[in-house]
Each structure stands twice: as structure tokens, then as C-alpha cells.
């Protein structure tokens, strides 16, 4: 990794981009294809121009797009993570510990639990709680329904008890590991999924 300046007076890391990012944009891994950005001119002066994501990874944007009348005077975001459907589900909220008060979105699939973070819950104020996963909340689509599961390097409780396995969580729940109590909200329960 090396932070460089463009002949435009740009900085940049020349890891991520293969070229100022600010003066043309790399469009595809294979070949050297670039975009040149206009400068803006007349009416285009004052106004963001949106930039669509790319195909390589889902932030690398690819070319640029006129506002449309409706989008004039919005800034659009120049990069875009491709994130499909990640719809919130539930929320863990501290009730006890270094972060109580904080919530925690939960989404489909699985939500890791622990202080790393590269955690979907990252508890990095609780030194008593691994960088490992400690344990982890997952939801079920298909069955709408929530299970607190045990981690091989976790020591977590549930509602006072060791948790072992997964089992099935519902709103109310307490779970504990290190210093940090949660409490489970779930969203999606009888009748409602998205």
C-alpha cells in the first residue's frame, strides 16, 4: 500500500486503484479501459454527477449517469455496496455493560456475536468478550423463527443458563457473555416477514 499524487495533485492508495480515482476510473480487472471525468461546464456546474457501481466487487464505479429532474440538487452516493436483500429482522440491545444502552441490527442468516471487528456485533468496549465469536444469532427465513447458537470458542448464557447448541430465542430473551447482557427484539415474528 503506498499513498501516491496524481499530476492533477489527487492522493490516492495505488492498491486499491489502478489510476487517480478522482481523475478516471478503472473499469474492469482485465483490461485497461478507463472513463475520463468531464469537467463540469454551463448548467453541469453546481450539480453532483451520480457515478453507477461497477461490476467488479460491487464499490468500483463504473460510468457516469445525467440527474435526472428528480434527482437534481441530491447528492447520490459515488460508491455503492451491493448488499441484495440484507433486511433487518431483530435487534439485540445492551441492557448491562461498556456499551449498555447501544442496539444492534440483526439480519437474515446468521449474526456473529463478539468483540473482533469483522463482527456482525461487535463488542469492542467489553474486554471480557473474545475476538472470536462468542456466540450467534441466527434467523430462519423460511421457518421465521430465531436460535441463540453456541460458539466453539464462546462461553455464552441464555436467560441464566449455559448455552449449548442452538436454541430457539424469542422476544425477551437475555443472553450474557463477558460483561455484556443483551436482551432480544425480534422483528419478524407471527405475520410478518419481508
Request: overall charge negative; aromatic content about 10%.
Amino acid at each position: 500500500m503506498a499513498i501516491i499524487r496524481c499530476g492533477k495533485g489527487h492522493y490516492y492508495d495505488d492498491s486499491k486503484f489502478s489510476q487517480c480515482p478522482h481523475c478516471g476510473i478503472f473499469l474492469d480487472g482485465e483490461d485497461d479501459k478507463t472513463v475520463a471525468m468531464a469537467e463540469p461546464s454551463g448548467d453541469d456546474f453546481n450539480k453532483t454527477l451520480a457515478i453507477t457501481a461497477g461490476k467488479t466487487d460491487g464499490r468500483q464505479p463504473a460510468a457516469f449517469v445525467r440527474p435526472t429532474v428528480d434527482e437534481d440538487d441530491k447528492t447520490i452516493s459515488l460508491y455503492a455496496e451491493t448488499k441484495g436483500e440484507d433486511f433487518i429482522v431483530g435487534w439485540l440491545v445492551c441492557i448491562e455493560g461498556p456499551e449498555k444502552g447501544r442496539d444492534y441490527r440483526l439480519h437474515q442468516g446468521f449474526n456473529r456475536v463478539g468483540r473482533g471487528y469483522n463482527m456482525d456485533v461487535a463488542m469492542v468496549e467489553d474486554s471480557g468478550i473474545s475476538r472470536e465469536p462468542e456466540f450467534a444469532v441466527v434467523y430462519d427465513e423460511k421457518g421465521n423463527s430465531f436460535y441463540a447458537v453456541q460458539q466453539p470458542a464462546g462461553n455464552a448464557y441464555l436467560n441464566g443458563t449455559t448455552l449449548e447448541g442452538a436454541v430457539p430465542l424469542k422476544t425477551g430473551d437475555v443472553m450474557k457473555t463477558g460483561n455484556t447482557q443483551f436482551e432480544f427484539i425480534a422483528f419478524c415474528r407471527e405475520g410478518r416477514v419481508w
